[in-house]
C-alpha cells in the first residue's frame, strides 16, 4: 500500500491573494501531483492496477469561478472563491446547503514513454486529468505501462464532483489517498479501464468536443474487452451493447467518454457457462 498526500499550498495562496486572486492563479501548481512511485516487475505492455482503499479530504475544500473558464462562466457575474468547509461527513456549501462527502481523485496515472503529461489537458491513455467520479475508493484503475516501473503519481483531489464536473472545478481540497499497485503481465490494454464492484468501464478520448469520435473510442474498447477478455462472440457482444451498455460523460479536459456493462450480467452468463461444462 502506498498513502499519497496533496498539498493546500496552491489553493491557500489564492485565499491569501485577497481580491486579486485571480491574477494569482498558477496552472502550473494548481492541478499539482504527488509522485511519482516506481512498481516492481512493471514493464511496458503490461498493465498497472490502481486499487483506491481511501481517500481522506482535509477538514475544508474550496470552488472557484475563474472568468472565461467552465461552461457556466458566461452566467456568473462576477469571479467567485469560496473556502467551503467539511466536517461530519458532509461537505458544507453553505450554512444552510450540504451533501455527504464522496471523495474521488480527479488525476492520475503513469509516466509516458517519452516527452511529458500534463495535469489539465488533455488526458492521455496512460495518465491525465479525467475527472470521473468512478475513480473512488472501491474502485480499481488499470492503465497501460510505458516505461518500465510504471511511474505512478496522482493529485486532484476532491471532497464531491458531480458527472461531467459541469463548471470545470469540483469541490477540490486536498488530503491523502491510499492506494494498493500491483501488475497484471501482457495485459493487451490500449486504454484505462475503471473497475468497481458493479460495473466495469472502458475509457474513450478524443479532441475536445468530439464526443462522436470518443463514444466510438469508448465502445471499441469495450467491444475488445467482451470478445477477447470475456469470450463473447461478436454477435453477443453486439446484443449485449444493445440491451445493457451505458454512455456517460467523463470529465471536460477533452472528450472523454465512458462505456460500462453490469458485472452482475456477465457473472451470470459465466455461472450458467460453468454449470453446462460440468454437465457435458
Known sequence: MVRFETSPLPAERLFAAGDGWVDAVDVRLINAVTGPV???????????????LEVVPLDWGWNANIPGFGILSDNMQHPLLRRIPIRDGRVWLN???SMPVEPMIGCL???PARGTTSTLQPPYPWAGNYDLKQVRPGSTILFPA???????SLGDLHAAMG???ATSVSIECAGAATVRLGVRKRLDLQMPRVETPERIYTIGLAEQCDYAAARRHACDQMFHYL???????????????????DLT???PA????LASVPLDVLAERDTIGETEGRRA
Open 227 to 245: 470478445t477477447a477478455e470475456r469470450g463473447l462472440t461478436a454477435e453477443d457482444a453486439y446484443i449485449l451493447f444493445s440491451a445493457a451498455v
Open 254 to 257: 477533452a472528450a472523454v467518454v
Open 95 to 97: 450554512e444552510a446547503l
Open 249 to 251: 460523460f467523463g470529465g
Open 146 to 152: 510505458q516505461v518500465r516501473g510504471g511511474l505512478f
Open 109 to 111: 496515472g503513469l509516466a
Open 38 to 52: 516506481y512498481i516492481e516487475g512493471v514493464e511496458p505492455g503490461d498493465a498497472v492496477s490502481v486499487e483506491i
Open 163 to 165: 458527472d461531467g464536473e
